[in-house]
């Protein structure tokens, strides 16, 4: 009998299915989300996942998963565990077209495992409002109501930009919304943030203790006048577990959170929520490191779907209907390398949208220990620039005339004290020469004192991009990755409308930064100043959903407008990116799309 | 999280001593003559270029030191003096007592055995006991240490830290990779047994005697040298140099997990003041008795340090060295430009 392959060690859940309904590239946020209402309704589905499996007894009903993931900062930062490595997976940078893209380590590279990138923060997850969901219709309306309002990317200068509205509304995917938060178990304070949307359900847990330095900063902030009134710090929804929920514990706030994967199954990752059920309920098949090169097609139906296996053989699913959840970048690549699948429009890859982050900064005399804690605790929301309950955006008078700004959500932020990566790599290596301590007793005492571990603290705000066709993800002419396949070429550059909130944001973070106790404050340089990409891990368009098949890749159902039996349902889909993390927003859609493709009503899986 | 930047600027204006141009890593071609006495000079310091030279193959591998050994006796020493020399001893201990160079040789050796020694194992090191979810208190129960369960590599993990460690030319499955790059990426134990011989090179010329010989003023003069165009920024690692990677090793070889074979007995982490994996104790614990967290009075969560406070509850802030705030002081200059957020 031969041995038993390494891919065949690899496959979970149904492993007897053979021929399936559906086929799901990607095990994230989206495609496990899916899976979960796909498997439920009956369906027989295959979830091809690209990355390795970081846990054992995830398909074993009898015990619960154990996680592979740990309190280990030579895993994580120093050496990418859960990284997609950028060694075998190389992606392209520039600003603009003309340019040369040049290969660059960390293109706002997301993590790949199974579960996908959802756990690799701090499962922060706000809803997105009302009116983002009409930005389009409400910017013009405003301007054709509001003498001398200018805004970037509307009206003269309409041509710079493709603002448009989502096919679908915020009371569409409302119920969606209260599914979601209920599966992957949300904790947060209804009440608490004037500018949230209204909700169906409270939030199905309650708040931890809160971090020192999300107090720190919510003092510092209720401090802050913003238009003539004081601003409204409020608890950070988070997908992590504040109580026994559903089989996982109680996060016990260790304080490595971001960039790990959780130890204990408190974080929601997809991984032990939404895929675990599937893989329980006898319609799911599961193959890890199972890496997608291709999808082929025959007028518009998809055909098959093509991919190496961990032992690097090239195998083949031919599947009734194609999912692609594999994140905007590589979502929108897999069309490409499939002979311009679904791209009747021009449309496939276009519109990428990163938010643009201002990250203000100070120094706390006293130690912020942000080691403990699940990263992100509290934040506000009033810089998002709408009116409260989000159902309209707001409109400032400044000295030039009105105009809106639309930031974004802010997170309340300190280093984890990680102190190889974010106190000694900083000090001794990323410091100009003459600025740090490159080796010594001034390292070893700089190390002591932790001057950026222990004493930094920031705010992060979200800005939302305009989206621009110009902004986009490629085929780069000449680089080639481990597969030998043409590797993503990212083209992005910072557009007026997202530069002037953040403008107009900045001296307000800084005062809240001073408010909060710090002497001085500090604005990060942004990355577009180094030529660099952006490092949100907010990544979102590609193929953006729209009515209009001239205009858009997909419906309001995740469907390719060119492909009978073609769907996205990952951070691709969207028209525009909002100013909120994104992934609450992405469940919500996977959601409803599975749903709708399934035939079946939230709450029913 | 918060990923600093900061913008380049132009070299710094403290005067250093200069590398001989000759030592610089772009110097001219070196003539016969030359090349024949570097290389009896090489051979004499116990290093075999022929051998470093060679791709890495099985026989190679056959003939090895044993398992999990790849330095040369002197190769060795000469790594634990640089360790020492980036984080010194003192009242505490420095990078060669914590053990930075084992943690070294333990990176560059990780896939001598079929048990990678890569990424540790999950979810628990033992170091803290599991909270008593009754009452939210510690118990007294404590997980096996899982960290030291190495966990296999992941196909492409495995083709990724091939060609890290032996270099990109011996691994089939970079061909495509480096074909379109046009260059091939050199292996980590490559560069140390080349850079570690070069360390000599520029201690002897410049000092008269290997690097272990000289007293550490001596081997720190030769430090600031080796950072001055000794070594050639690596197209394939972000440009960075080798004296960037010891420096970024050597501190990941005393701050690091010690199942990594450095830190060793968590000194380093005694040494800074760090807590270390707080896994599965963490900084609150559930308490069933009252459907709420409870916090650890001397590692609070939501509440400042209890050594900062100071009577009636303010804050009296621990006095920061003066090494720490310098670091502070070159942020805020740093930044300063950046500081109206127009600047994008």
Known sequence: MPPRSRADGLVLGNRSLSRFDVCIVGSGAGGSTAAWILAAAGLDVCVLESGPLTYQHLDDPKREPLALHSNDEIKYGVRGFIDQLAAVEPRTFRQHDGQDARVHGDVNVLPKLVGGAFGHADCAVPRFAPVDFRLKSAVEELIAATPGLAVPGFGADAASARFADWPISYDDLEPYYAEVEAVYGVHGTTGDNPFAPRRSTPYPLPPGKGMYLGHVLSDGARRTSFLGEPLHPHVYPSAIATRPYDGRPACVECGQCAGYGCPSNAKGSPAVTTLRRALLSGHCQLRAEAHVTGLTANGRVVTGVDYVDADGRRQRVEPGVVILAASPVESARL????????????????????????????????????????????????????????????????????????????????????????????????????????????????????????????????????PQATNRVDLDPTVRDVFGLPVPRITYAIHEFERQARLFYTPFLRRVIENAGAPQSFVNPCEGLTGDPPTSRHVLGTLRMGADPATSVTDADGRFHDLDNLYACDGSVFTTGSGYNPTLTILAVAARIAHRLAGTAPGAA | MIRLRFPTVPASVTPRPALPQALRWDAPPVTAAALLSRRQFLAAAGVVLAAAALPWTGVRRAVAAARGRFFTGHERRTLGALCDRIIPPDGDPGGAALGAARYIEGLLTALDRSRRRVYAGGPYSGRQPFGDPRDGTPSRRRPRNAFRRFLPLSRLQEIAWRAELFGSAGVPEMAAIDASLGSVKEGLRDKYRAALAKVDQVSRATSGARFVDLDPAGQDVVLLLLDQGAFAPDPRRNGDTWPTLLVRHTLEGCFGPPEYGGNRKGAGWRTIGYEGDSQPLGYAIYSAAIDDYVERPDHPLSTPDPDEIGPGGTIVPNPLPPDAQRIQSSILTLTAPFGGGGLC
Not at chain 1, 335 to 341: A, E, N, R, T, Y
Not at chain 1, 413 to 442: C, H, K, M, N
């Open chain 1, 335 to 466: 069309c490409l390398l499939s002979g311009d699948l679904g791209n009747s429009s021009g449309q496939v890859g276009r519109n990428l949208m990163f938010h643009l982050q201002t990250n203000a900064n100070g120094f706390l005399p006293n130690r912020v220990h942000g080691h403990r804690g699940h990263a992100v605790s509290h934040g506000l929301t009033d810089f998002r620039g709408i009116e409260p309950g989000g159902e309209t955006l707001r409109v400032f008078s400044t000295p030039d005339g009105p105009r809106l700004y639309l930031g974004g959500i802010c997170e309340f932020v300190a280093p984890q004290w990680q102190v190889i990566t974010e106190d000694g790599y900083v000090y001794a290596t990323e410091l100009p020469p003459g600025f740090g301590a490159r080796s010594g007793l001034a390292l070893k005492n700089a190390m002591r004192g932790a001057p950026l571990g222990q004493h930094l603290l920031g705010i992060i705000m979200q800005a939302e991009d305009a």
